[in-house]
């Protein structure tokens, strides 16, 4: 058993993270400052330490770190238009983050970080998520780093779980262009599990976690449609006119799910190194459709939606 904490606990990664480490035995400590989230943790997970804090303050979150065997540094700044609260979340947060680990001298940590680093796209998530990996590569604790692709899973809130819900609220739903954009979905219970397995072993370098299924983002929510039952329409429209919607959406909703700088980077052709990460990290991949009804349709966590 290990004393493992994780940072943005309770966001997507760190939610299907937690089961997964408290059923293999580990002692979990979770911080996360959105109040109505880290609640849900604390209700789903009583067994678990939660602590309500914003990292990019100091304060007494940092005795957490104590006797810590292995730190999650995963809080980030995923979506919306602030550019202040990119920085916070994912600079300042992070190197307060590295400084009470150095402090309490933790002796492991993993940094999930993001395969927009390596993108071409450029936006105000891939300008702090770099600067974010550069600060947890700089660390003298010795550290493993993970660049997902895009993910899905229980509890997603601003990707495929916000869309599969819009699907129950509207008869038609709006595809930019052909939507013939690539795409590599992958599964955050895949991740969670090369997470654990790494926290077991103490594996140490930088890895690109990718789906290793390929599809493009029509398909993609056409076999979300038919997983979950629903009688919406799918409705291509011309790319500049879903991004004059998305920036007359902005204007409207201060956090909107998606946004144009998303819109932009989700059409840019490019797809991302596919390694032997099952073969790597001992972690069985879960076929697409299998993971995508595993999301939405799990009796235990599928209808539990975290706020925005």
């Known amino acids: 058993m290990k004393t493992v904490l994780v940072t943005g606990a309770a966001g997507l990664v760190g ?12 002692r979990v400590i979770g911080i996360d400052k959105h109040p109505t989230n880290t609640a849900r943790l604390a209700a789903l997970h009583p067994d678990v330490k939660v602590i309500e804090a914003d990292l990019a303050q100091p304060g007494a979150w940092s005795e ?21 609260a990119f920085v916070a979340n994912n600079i300042t947060a992070t190197e307060r983050v590295l400084a009470a680990a150095s402090a309490a001298e933790v002796p492991w940590l993993v940094h999930v970080s993001s395969s927009v680093v390596n993108s071409k796209a450029d936006d105000l998530y891939v300008e702090t998520k770099t600067a974010q990996e550069a600060l947890a590569a700089a660390s003298q604790i010795p550290h493993l780093i993970l660049r997902p692709t895009l993910m899905f899973g229980w509890f997603d809130r601003k990707h495929l779980g916000w869309l599969r819900r819009f699907m129950d609220r509207s008869p038609v739903f709006p ?15 895949d991740f969670a599990g090369i997470v ?25 929510i056409a076999l979300i449609r038919r997983i979950v039952g629903a009688k919406t329409r799918l409705a291509p429209i011309p790319y500049r006119l879903f991004w004059a919607l998305l920036w007359l ?9 998606f946004t144009t700088h998303q819109l ?22 879960t076929p697409l459709e299998t993971a995508l009804t595993e999301t939405f349709l799990d009796p235990r966590y599928s209808q539990v939606v975290l706020d925005f």
């Open 175 to 189: 595809i930019p262009g052909a939507g013939r954009f690539r795409r590599q979905p992958l599964y955050a219970g």
């Open 15 to 26: 939610q299907n993270l937690i089961p997964r480490l408290t059923a293999r035995g580990h």
């Open 64 to 84: 957490a770190f104590a006797g810590v065997d292995a730190l999650v540094l995963n809080q980030a700044q995923i979506g919306g238009l602030d550019r202040a």
């Open 264 to 285: 932009e980077a989700l059409v840019v052709p490019e797809v991302f190194p596919v390694i032997d990460w099952p073969a790597i990290f001992g972690v069985p991949e």
């Open 249 to 257: 959406h902005a204007r409207l909703d201060r956090d909107p799910p």
């Open 196 to 220: 654990a397995s790494a926290i077991e072993t103490g594996a140490t370098g930088a890895y690109d976690i990718s789906g290793r299924q390929e599809i493009d983002y029509i398909d993609l």
